[in-house]
């Protein structure tokens, strides 16, 4: 019975940065409709960072976050010029296209320089014990880090101008146009962040998990999961949404081989897709 | 919804689908594409056979392969305005019940290869059934997800040899002649395959069937409005869809002798799959034939070039960016905007 209750709060914590990853594809489609199929490619450029900058310069990856953070940022912003700005207001098979087309590039790109076999980034925190168990220290510092990005995201969206600015544009783009908010910038800007978002979640599972080129893809979907269970759109339902997944991940640990989770995380996907459309959390959008 | 993106018009003359049968067949072959359908399915079949020449036939296998997958894409994608991202699926699962039929039950090729389609086909439309109450991006979204979700799934099931996969012992090809002359008995199938892909997806377009569909790719409220049944229409469009990739996965794992979840549920495949469509021309019969050539060409052409061969997703990753944000009609676009005419003769 306490391997279940360990075995959940552990979801949870991971939960947490799902739900880190999935906040910054729900921004992208809360702010311009767009559903960022690029954003595995992201999780997986701040595996990379993470790895690369710890391994070259000796750094705990925790102290890479804000280098990777603004990075992501400056490339989310620059991927939002090539590939995005001009589908943003075309019918969704284009943004679909035209993002899954970036995504190409980079895992193609990204499997010709360092192949597809497995890395991970090494780090050693103290646990703590509770019985015969053990909560991984990277998994609770992974949790407070993205619980501390939330809410700094959080404060972004509902005390700066730019923040103000996003949800103004979010809300309806023609009337903020109206009003003076230069949208076309604001759109990027929200793209930047959601970049920046997926590539310091991937830093951060990088701690948890060994990763490969590939492994994008398999995030990427537990994105989509959390995003559809928070509510599309939605940055706060976001958060709960990962959790969530988290703890439904956690459950059935114990119970089967991990290799059946995508199918649990497919009903589940596919059940609240169809029953609740709005997402489980859409109440909690304010 | 811009309905200028489409470069679809319909070739369909007002009485065709109010004709009687018999005359609607008339009328069919009274028109010159099916003809060259024909012609292009025996220059397919004859080439190799004339000179003998087996790379030349490995290559035009492959393109029959594709023409199928991505014609058959095409009528989610161009007609009815569904982007099915997973739609290897039904390749992967044909060709996985193929060779469980025939290596396990021992059943021959024929019957396999039909019963893998019949399956598949009335899988797709129990899923259709399911997700197709999603619209727009949800869809996308809920077609990675059964991708990914069969793969796990055949991974994991041991009856269908789990991750390693199913190998076919060489005497299944004993009653085709040997091995031989079974790759040839597979070519021409895969061939007609090819053929039938493309009299269904023409089939479809002139039908009252295909108008609906393309008032659902182009304002979905708006068809239903005017009384088309876009939930049945859908659904149908995703299982006919099905049907003839199951088969043509079939007769390619058959061939191949071997098929393991990896390799046959490969996502990429199905985005290489959307980017033959998209270069082709969506919404067009012709445009996703041609688009699959060219792409089997190219991907040929940069695999045994030394310099390129590990950059095959990044070219047809900008391949299909280019043609998103700069010729989202594709070839065919570019084509009847040159020669307007040609969208009479090739629809």
Redesign the interface.
Known sequence: MTGVLVSLIDGVLIGSVYGLAAMGLTLIWGVMNV?NLTHGALIVLGMFAAYFLTAGSGLSPYATLPLVLAAGFAFGVVLYWI?VH??VE?????S???T??????L???G??LWSTSPYNVPVSLPGISWGYYTFTGTHIAAAVVALIIASLLYWLLHYTRIGKAIRAVSNNRQAAELVGIPTTRVLSFAFGLGAALACVSGTLIATLFPFTVLSG?AYQ?KS?VVT?LGGLGNPAGGLLGGITLGLVEGLAAPFM?I??T??IE??L??AV??LY?RGIFAFAKA | ??VD?RTSTSVLQPSFSRLPLASRALAFFGRPFPWLIIAVAALFAALPLWTGNVPLRESLLLAAVYITLASNLNLM?GYA?Y?N?GNIVFFGLGGYIGMFLISTLGLPLIIAVFAAGCLVSGLALLFGL??L??R???F???T???N??V???I??FEPWGGAAGIYLPLDVFAELGGPANALWVVYFALVAVMAASLFLSYGIKISKFGMGLQAIGQNEDAAAVLGVPTRLYKSLAYAISAFLPAVAGALYYFKSAFIEPGGAFD??LS?EA?VMV?LGGHGTVTGPAIGAFLYEELRGALLTMDAFS?????????V??LI??FA?GGLMGVVYRVWPRLRKVLP
């Open positions: 559903i590939a001009r589908v075309r019918p969704h098979l284009m679909l296209l035209a899954f087309a970036a995504n190409m590039m895992i193609g790109i499997t010709a893809n979907l989509f559809v081989p290799s059946w995508p199918i497919f009903a996907f596919v897709l169809i459309p | 919804m811009a993106e994608i305005g982007v991202f399911g997700i109450g999603l727009g991006a949800f996308a979204l809920a990675i997800g059964i990914e979700a793969k796990a799934f991974t994991n996502l990429t985005i959307i998209m590990h950059f095959q997703l990044v070219i047809a990753g900008a299909l960016l998103v944000l989202p």
